[in-house]
């Protein structure tokens, strides 16, 4: 089950890659290498836990997109949330709240 469940979280990473590149006009290259190399699942974590947001969440906020980012994504749909810890969703929050950013339904 768990492994199902990451697998289509990796789906759901590549989705918002797609998304961004279409809707935002933003190639985010560099997350694409990232999810390449280390699947959606470390690519996540890696990027919630980094001490300051990405190059590409500070791109997506200039065009008004933090939906697109990881931290939208994985707080927004409550289905993600057994593959992170506690700590790492409130990050995930707290990124988003300092931008003015209100997740949508499932977040809290």
Request: aromatic share 10%.
């Amino acid at each position: 089950m768990a492994d199902r469940l990451e697998q289509q979280f990796d789906q759901a990473m590549f989705n918002v890659y797609r998304q961004a590149k279409d809707e935002a006009d933003y190639n985010a290259t560099i997350f694409l290498q990232m999810l390449t190399d280390n699947g959606g699942l470390r690519t996540a974590k890696t990027l919630i836990n980094a001490p300051r947001e990405s190059e590409g969440y500070t791109a997506l906020y200039l065009r008004e997109r933090l939906d697109l980012t990881v931290e939208a994504v994985v707080v927004e749909n409550d289905r993600w949330h057994p593959l992170f810890t506690s700590d790492e969703l409130e990050r995930a929050r707290k990124r988003l709240r300092a931008y003015r950013y209100t997740p949508r339904a499932g977040a809290e």
